[in-house]
T-cell receptor
Framework: NAGVTQTPKFQVLKTGQSMTLQCAQD?????MYWYRQDPGMGLRLIYY???????DKGEVPNGYNVSRLNKREFSLRLESAAPSQTSVYFC???????????FGSGTRLTVV | DQQVKQNSPSLSVQEGRISILNCDYT??????FLWYKKYPAEGPTFLIS?????DKNEDGRFTVFLNKSAKHLSLHIVPSQPGDSAVYFC?????????????FGPGTSLSVIP
């Protein structure tokens, strides 16, 4: 079982470039999430999708957009990357958040 | 303002001794709490959870204690092993968000010294 798969694992962008982070899960989970991890800040929620067809903002949504393409896939798009978006991005999925998330292995993004 | 706080950024413990990781929360609407463990270059993994109807939950070497009146929880690892060296995140959720998401604390880095 692959669980949650994120691509790419590493990416370097120039300021102003755009990119999409891909996430797919094979556990038939209803909910999917995008978090970013920064030193001293823990994991902060960017966007989440409680079910196919719905998306909601988290704590730090500015500068990002998401698409819940189907039950398996949830993508995160940076339209115009900024150095403040340098971070490690984690995708996660769950049946319900209180049952525990399954996380992907992360994408390390550097914006120069 | 952080709703979930882990005031100790790091902790060192001798192998075989008890590790105690602490977490405080400010939102009284939180009533479900989880702990995650994270190794470098990997995603976090779910460790143990507790709901507010309990004050203790055990799973093997891991026990979580909840003190609702103090808005405080702690994770006890007994005995600690070198493989427990990781970053531990406390997380909380509540009915006001339909338990659809959790809020994480900043994490505590645990080092277990052989």
């Amino acid at each position: 079982n692959a669980g949650v798969t994120q691509t790419p694992k590493f990416q370097v962008l120039k300021t102003g470039q755009s990119m999409t982070l891909q996430c797919a899960q094979d556990m038939n989970h209803n909910s999917m999430y995008w978090y970013r991890q920064d030193p001293g800040m823990g994991l902060r929620l960017i966007y989440y999708s409680a079910s196919e067809g719905t998306t909601d903002k988290g704590e730090v949504p500015n500068g990002y957009n998401v698409s819940r393409l189907n039950k398996r896939e949830f993508s995160l798009r940076l339209e115009s990357a900024a150095p403040s978006q340098t971070s490690v991005y984690f995708c996660a999925s769950s049946h319900r958040a209180i049952q525990g998330y399954t996380f992907g292995s992360g994408t390390r993004l550097t914006v120069v | 303002d952080q709703q979930v706080k882990q005031n100790s950024p790091s902790l060192s413990v001798q192998e075989g001794r008890i590790s105690i990781l602490n977490c405080d929360y400010t939102n009284s609407m939180f009533d479900y709490f989880l702990w995650y463990k994270k190794y470098p270059a990997e995603g976090p993994t779910f460790l143990i959870s507790i709901s507010s109807i309990k004050d203790k939950n055990e799973d093997g070497r891991f026990t979580v204690f909840l003190n609702k009146s103090a808005k405080h929880l702690s994770l006890h690892i007994v005995p600690s092993q070198p493989g427990d060296s990781a970053v531990y995140f406390c997380a909380a959720s509540g009915a006001e968000t339909s338990y659809d998401k959790v809020i994480f604390g900043p994490g505590t880095s645990l080092s277990v010294i052989p």
